[in-house]
Each structure stands twice: as C-alpha cells, then as structure tokens.
Nanobody
C-alpha cells in the first residue's frame, strides 16, 4: 500500500511563505500524476494544484495561481508545493494525493491514495 507523508506545514503571517513536501513510498510515483488538495475548517476539501507524471503540465486553482508552485523530484519520490503571499484564506489542512493515472486532474475521484495531511495556518 502506498504511503504518502506530508511535511512542512505550520503557522505563518499574512504575506509569508511556506513550502510543503510529500514523499511517496510507492514505486509508481514516477508514472502517476500528483496533487495537492486542502480542507478549511467547516468546508469541503478543494483542489489546489496538480502535476502530471512528466512534471511539465501543472494545474492550479484560480485562487492560488501565481502564488503557489507545484513541482516533483523523482529520485526522492517527492512532490512539493511552494506557497507565497499567503493569506488567511489559505488556512487549512493540506493533503497530497497520487493519481490513478499519469495525468493531472482537479477531480478527487481521479486520486486513489492520500496522505494524512499537514496543517497550514495563516494569521492575519
């Protein structure tokens, strides 16, 4: 069973930056798309960013476009989310997920394995 372990969350002030990491144990990492979702308190989980197996075609939610960057590193089986210009609306638990195919997708049902999440809190 795949194991996805997120790290890098924490508390940051508005306008600050954080970098999240997610390391996968599954050998299929290099063949599958990877994604970041988030869930704010009292809200449904929402798409944040996704990257396909090549790493060349990222997708972003409109709310984070221009501020967040998703990338992946194959030798360490890690996907990253660099977050800049953070605001209180970015507060939530951030989850990484591995896709069931090699494409990037905004749809939760396209992802089969999920990490436990890492908390990001942005103070105003």
């Amino acid at each position: 069973q795949v194991q996805l372990v997120e790290s890098g969350g924490g508390l940051v002030q508005t306008g600050g930056a954080l970098s999240l990491s997610c390391t996968a144990s599954k050998r299929t990492f290099s063949n599958n798309g990877m994604d970041w979702f988030r869930r704010a308190s009292g809200k449904e989980r929402e798409f944040v960013a996704a990257i396909d197996y090549t790493g060349a075609r990222p997708l972003y939610a409109e709310s984070v476009k221009g501020r967040f960057t998703i990338s992946r590193e194959y030798t360490s089986s890690t996907v990253y989310l660099q977050m800049e210009k953070l605001g209180p609306e970015d507060t939530g638990i951030y989850y990484c997920a591995e896709a069931l195919s090699n494409v990037a997708s905004r749809l939760e049902e396209r992802y089969g394995d999920w990490g436990q999440g890492t908390q990001v809190t942005v103070s105003s």
